[in-house]
């Protein structure tokens, strides 16, 4: 059995669901991946099915098991668990990362670390998992891995808007309001946005394809090591 075989098999332990290896292999396949070796197929129609089914187990779950929210506040926790941020997070938890093929490119840059690769992998990895064990196995692994985000309260506004909650919780510990830096590079088409925030004596760096993302990615990074010592 290979090494790769034996990662793979890594991977589906932590997920508890039977995955397709080649169904899997593609979710785990990003484009500069595939564009370095000969085109091949890459993971974005599994990440197109994978985001409806993450959206439809979370919105789902929210409504049986939330009959006191209006939806106002339904769109609210879901928009938070299924944003970018939120599922980058996730992702981390069960080592993601380190299973992406990348291209040598997003490699250097530190891509199997980017908020917005490893989000489009998660959901393709639940893609492939619908595909494979169906739409019950799928859902239940949707909430699975969501279900630390959605027994937290407190995630709810920082995964959905990580800058406010950031810049009130300086507030509440007395600390200087969040100072952030944003440098670019890349082309046009394909920019990649780092951006550095810092709170007192914490600073972190969030990389998005926006500068918008990379400020969320930074500010969410600093408010956890914020909250986690407060």
Known sequence: MTDATLQRLALTDKLGVEIDPELLS???????YAYENG???HNERLEFLGDAILGQAVTVHLYTRHPELEEGGLAKRRASVVSTVALAEVARTIGLGDHVLLGR??????GRDKDSILADVMEAVIGAAYLSAGADEAAALVLRL??????????????MDP????QELAARLN???????????????????TATVAVGEVARDGVGTSKKQAEMAAALAVW???????
């Open 39 to 41: 085109g091949i197929p």
């Open 175 to 193: 600390l200087s309001p969040p100072v952030y830096d944003v440098v670019a590079a890349g082309p046009d088409h394909d920019r990649v946005f």
């Open 105 to 110: 490119g997003e490699t250097q840059t530190g």
């Open 163 to 166: 800058k406010t909650s950031l």
């Open 146 to 159: 969501v279900a630390p985000l959605m027994a937290d309260p407190e995630r709810y506004g920082a995964a």
């Open 26 to 32: 593609l979710a785990l396949t990003h484009r500069s």
């Open 224 to 230: 956890r090591d914020l909250s986690a010592t407060a």
